[in-house]
């Protein structure tokens, strides 16, 4: 296994920060030289007050701040790479996501049309920067923000949008369920091992170049240059407007029309019950169970563990649910086991609900970045197939992702088998639950890339 260069690697991609809150501002650069001169800075720190891009390097101390930076494929030409190397990355990258947007469920509502970041209304989107910290305990967002965008100004660079997002206690979000729990592990990444059933993850599909292998043996950087894209990867960033008040509704009237706990209803539409406990090892009661606990399960019996629940037939965890949709786990129903794996790096917006039975115009809902080694071969392949798709399966034909999925205006199906083989409980009325306010697809730099990249118009 290829030792990692942590000193090379932005920091956001093989750890959680664990940072109450971030920013992120999307930038729009005015010139080729401006945008370097910037980009030199942030990486080199030339002052002791500007803020410098955070490494995966191990901390002693938890830091003032965490700085990243993601380029789109926009950003890059302007920069001035050339179109020899622009030709070498990925159709997905240079397309973005607004080109084929139905494909990932962001038609109707969350069609591009109606994003306020990335869609064919708003300013191109060069780059986003990404400020994490700890306000509560060290304040320090306002004050590197006007370092930022002092820089911004002096480079001939505009924020085109800012937009924060603050962690909730006990990494809960607006549905009200316990959240960031199922990250992946990468093979040699920093951090502790909590109890999983799942494989680590091989460091090439989240890390470009370097000999990594990815989970086909080969390397996602194809023919794209080291010096680039050694210790680099890909992020989706997405901002997702979560329907807090229908999904509250649905879960009430669902409840009433089949007989059952509303609480259960949600359980059974996420996996999970709202506190993280997944309902393979709980499936009618609500129990409380360690954190350590909350993501050592599976599907179905493996080679390690063979006297495991078998569950293909989902009378415990619906095949539907959304955690079961976005990672099968052992479990063959939805192909290769243990692949398409993602990072997370999002934080929710918007203040909390005061009460489900009182709703309000605001919005809120779900901001960052989906880091994977290949787009379409992971975010792109989860958003169309495993969460849109009609895939011809027992148990999810003729559904989408309950959460996630873009449902038909008419409301989507999502389908509950009962063990004493009466006839499914099946509801035909899902609303959407999620609807897209924007996105853009970020090639994620490794330092290296950062400074080859800051040198081409110096």
């Not at 030199?40 to 720190?45: A, I, P």
């Not at 084929?100 to 708003?122: H, K, R, T, V, Y």
């Not at 660079?157 to 607006?174: C, N, S, Y």
């Not at 029309?257 to 506190?275: F, H, Q, S």
Request: hydrophobic share 35%; proline share 7%; with cysteine.
């Amino acid at each position: 296994m290829t030792k990692l260069d942590l000193d090379d690697i932005q920091g956001n991609i093989l750890r959680g920060y664990r940072m109450n809150n971030v920013r992120h501002m999307a930038l729009t650069f005015g010139s080729a030289r401006g945008a370097c001169s910037m980009l030199g800075m942030l990486v080199n720190g030339d002052s002791d007050s500007c803020p410098q891009i955070t490494t995966a390097q191990t901390w002693r101390e938890t830091p003032r701040y965490c700085l990243n930076l993601g380029i789109t494929a926009a950003g890059l030409k302007l920069l001035g790479v050339s179109n020899s190397i622009m030709s070498c990355f990925p159709k997905t990258f240079l397309d973005g996501p607004a080109v084929n947007p139905a494909a990932l469920g962001d038609d109707g509502p969350s069609a591009p049309e109606n994003w306020i970041l990335g869609g064919p209304q708003g300013p191109v989107v060069h780059a986003m920067l990404s400020l994490h910290t700890n306000e509560e305990f060290t304040p320090a967002v306002d004050d590197l923000s006007a370092w930022l965008q002092a820089l911004c100004v002096q480079n001939d660079i505009e924020i085109a949008l800012q937009k924060d997002g603050e962690a909730f206690p006990d990494d809960f979000v607006h549905f009200n369920f316990k959240d960031n729990i199922a990250q992946p592990h990468v093979c040699g990444a920093p951090g502790k091992d909590s109890p999983d059933m799942q494989p680590a993850s091989s460091t090439g599909e989240f890390l470009l170049g370097k000999n990594y292998e990815n989970q086909f043996r080969g390397n996602f950087i194809a023919d794209l240059p080291g010096r680039l894209a050694d210790n680099s990867t890909y992020g989706a960033f997405r901002i997702l407007k979560q329907e807090v008040f229908k999904f509250e509704k649905f879960i009430e009237n669902s409840g009433l029309k089949y007989n059952m706990d509303p609480e259960l209803v949600a359980a059974k539409m996420v996996g999970r019950w709202r506190n993280g406990t997944p309902l393979v090892k709980s499936p009618e009661e609500n129990v409380e169970l360690p954190q350590e606990q909350l993501n050592d399960f599976d599907y179905c019996p493996t080679k390690d563990n063979p006297m495991y629940f078998d569950d293909a037939d989902g009378f415990r965890c619906p095949i539907g649910a959304h955690i079961r949709r976005m990672n099968p786990r052992s479990s063959l129903v939805m192909g290769k086991p243990h692949t398409r794996r993602i990072i997370r790096r999002n934080m929710p917006y918007g203040p909390a609900i005061k009460s489900a039975d009182k709703p309000d115009d605001i919005e809120r809902g779900l901001i960052g970045y989906f880091i994977c080694g290949d787009l379409e071969m992971q975010f792109e392949f989860l958003q169309k197939i495993w969460a849109n798709l009609d895939i011809a399966t027992s148990g999810i034909r003729g559904t989408r992702d309950p959460i996630i999925g873009a449902q038909p205006t008419t409301g989507g199906q999502f389908i509950i088998r009962t063990e004493d083989l009466k006839d499914p409980v099946i509801f035909d009325d899902v609303p959407r639950m999620v609807v897209t306010r924007g996105s853009v697809y970020c090639l994620i730099p490794s330092i290296a890339g950062l400074k080859f990249l800051s040198g081409l118009n110096a």
